[in-house]
């Protein structure tokens, strides 16, 4: 490969234009994200990390996926690449500042590559430690989440479990691909991103990859982007999900889980379970457009020196534990509509065994 325009080092955030905020306040306050800014037209929310925010939306006449922003290691890449795309560098006038590029990809996705956002004061979060059957590291010390059982509280007639999780940042984007190699090669090409794993079809081609930023001799997320054609061409949205790390261990997603669930105004879309591709626990839930997003925790490390995989897409697809996949895992669409489109599709685990099959008999 030819050396890339530029090398981003992180993402930042995903932006989205909405047709109201408060729902969608609710929502992100539920899953555990915080208010950062808001004014009439934008609202910004954060994690406990460092990042001024990880999600914006901006007031708009449709519910839509705008774009991700990522970080751009020196200014130099601003320059590289408003030269090779012939677009301005601009002053970012959001919360954060600095100065961004803002280019299309081969999706009409925007693409916003930032550099000098003031970072923001992280959100102190004590980590428990965990006893495992070999190694004991808590002794009198009682492990309790929140307020312990006072976390139970009735509203109305049922029992919520009022604590949510705590998202400390936002690690990954998947989005649907037209030309899943046309995208995987312009993330190399424009952004720098290393290939870990190629997902492989049942026919032997290509479906896409699992891509991440390359920085050198310094451990990455196994992913920041998914890049993905759906099996049999199917034509939809091209936001699949994104995925928000939480502050702390596997406790904090289960918290959040039982907040969303017994909170129970939102589409529970899979989970819990663990991935293969990445290796991180994982639970998604839909906002009240039909977005998903993904609480995650303990995923995989690597850097540059670990070459590309290729992965079959039972690999993708299929958990290393959790419930079977659904049909409309990765597909945008009102919510209101996902009972249906499920009862009249298979779930993706039974698309893969009948590939599976059929593939099989052809040889």
Avoid at 133 to 160: C, M, P, T, Y
Avoid at 183 to 206: A, H, M, Q, T
Avoid at 236 to 262: C, F, I, N, P, Q
């Amino acid at each position: 490969m030819t050396n890339p325009i530029c090398k981003v080092a992180d993402i930042i955030y995903v932006r989205f234009e909405l047709t109201e905020f408060e729902a969608q306040k609710k929502y992100l306050n539920h899953f555990g994200m915080m208010l950062a800014h808001e004014d009439e037209n934008s609202i910004f929310f954060r994690g406990t990390g460092t990042s001024p925010y990880i999600y914006v939306a901006n007031k708009g006449k449709e519910n839509k996926y705008i774009g991700s922003a990522y970080k751009a290691n020196d200014y130099s890449d601003l320059e590289a690449l408003s030269k090779e795309f012939n677009v301005d560098i601009a002053e970012i006038t959001e919360p954060g500042g600095g100065h961004k590029v803002t280019i299309i990809d081969p999706d009409g996705i925007e693409v916003e590559v930032c550099y000098g956002m003031k970072e923001a004061e992280p959100v102190a979060v004590v980590s428990k430690v965990l006893n495992t059957g070999q190694s004991k590291q808590r002794e009198n010390e009682l492990q309790r989440f929140g307020k312990a059982a006072d976390e139970w509280q009735v509203h109305g007639d049922k029992w919520i479990y009022e604590l949510t999780s705590k998202v400390k940042r936002l690690g990954h984007t998947a989005i649907n691909c037209k030309d899943p190699q046309a995208s995987v090669d312009w993330y190399s090409s424009v952004l720098g991103f290393l290939v870990s794993n190629n997902c492989i079809g049942p026919d032997g081609n290509s479906m896409g990859a699992f891509m991440r930023c390359d920085m050198g001799d310094k451990p990455v997320d196994h992913h920041t982007m998914n890049n993905m054609g759906l099996p049999g061409g199917q034509e939809v949205l091209t936001y699949g999900h994104a995925g928000y790390e939480v502050t702390d261990s596997v406790d904090d997603l289960m918290a959040g889980h039982y907040h969303m669930k017994t909170v129970d105004e939102y589409y529970h879309e899979w989970g819990i379970g663990r991935h293969l591709l990445g290796s991180q626990m994982y639970d998604y839930w839909r906002d009240p457009h039909g977005f998903t997003h993904e609480h995650w925790t303990d995923g995989d490390l690597i850097n540059a020196s670990v070459e590309p995989e290729n992965s079959n897409f039972r690999d993708l697809a299929m958990a290393q534990y959790g419930p079977e996949v659904p049909s409309t895992f990765g597909v945008t669409m009102p919510v209101d509509q996902i009972d249906k489109a499920r009862s009249e599709n298979p779930t993706i685990a039974t698309m893969i065994k009948e590939m599976e099959i059929a593939a099989k008999q052809e040889n």
